[in-house]
């Protein structure tokens, strides 16, 4: 159980073109899913924390309009750069928590989307 | 502020016995996750600790020390394939998930 899935898996794109990143829940209902960016050899970093059918809480230095993610239902949320630049090229990976502890809720991980915009 | 301390990168032998110590300064405690996380892959989860003590699941023992801030994840009979980031987060008073960098653990023939 708690598998989550992440598509795609990796993509390569031109310089001021936006990409969709898609993260799904497989096999149970994500109250909330979690946006994670890591450069190499460096720690996860959270980009934003999304709750189905709400706004987006995005942290500190994370730019909404250049990352919109949308979380549309208890199994979906999306990640859209948009005018993807080269140095957005990193590894995206999203994460899913049931919401079923009261808060404590383990996060699974997605595969993770590699983006190299050239 | 809030930060998790970590050794950066530890070696071991394969068949040995490793620990991976974590500490933490978080405003509030729900609990402290580990995850493994191989090269080029997302993290995978590994075990939950929100009580004091040794919690065992196979090869893999997780420990906690609330008063001292403190847990470590202890790995036995090491095989290869056990080569890989080990990733230490506490979640705080809001729910938020306060990550460490992770320490790279080397395994050697």
């Known amino acids: 159980g708690a598998v989550v899935s992440q598509h795609p898996s990796w993509v390569i794109c031109k310089s001021g073109t936006s990409v969709k990143i898609e993260c799904r829940s497989l096999?149970?209902?994500?109250?909330?899913m979690f946006w994670y960016r890591q450069f190499p050899k460096q720690s996860l970093m959270l980009m934003a924390t999304?709750?189905?059918?709400?706004?987006?809480?995005?942290e500190q230095g994370v730019e909404k309009d250049k990352f919109l993610i949308n979380h549309a239902s208890l199994t979906l949320s999306t990640l859209t750069v948009t005018s993807a630049h080269p140095e957005d090229s990193s590894f995206y990976i999203c994460?899913?928590?049931?919401?079923?502890?009261?808060?404590?809720?383990?996060?699974?991980f997605g595969p993770g989307t590699r983006l190299t915009v050239l | 502020g809030q930060n998790i301390d970590q050794p950066t990168e530890m070696t071991a032998t394969e068949g040995a016995i490793v620990q991976i110590n974590c500490t933490y300064q978080t405003s509030g405690f729900n609990g402290l996750f580990w995850y493994q996380q191989h090269a080029g892959e997302a993290p995978t989860f590994l075990s939950y600790n929100v009580l004091d003590g040794l919690e065992e699941k196979g090869r893999f023992s997780s420990f906690l020390s609330r008063s001292k801030g403190y847990s470590y994840l202890l790995l036995k009979e090491l095989q290869m394939k056990d080569s890989a980031s080990y990733l230490c987060a506490v979640m705080d008073s809001n729910y938020q998930l306060i990550w460490g960098a992770g320490t790279k653990l080397i395994i050697k023939p």
């Open positions: 096999d149970f209902q994500a109250t909330t």
């Open positions: 999304s709750n189905e059918g709400s706004k987006a809480t995005y």
């Open positions: 994460s899913a928590s049931s919401g079923t502890s009261g808060g404590r809720d383990t996060q699974y």
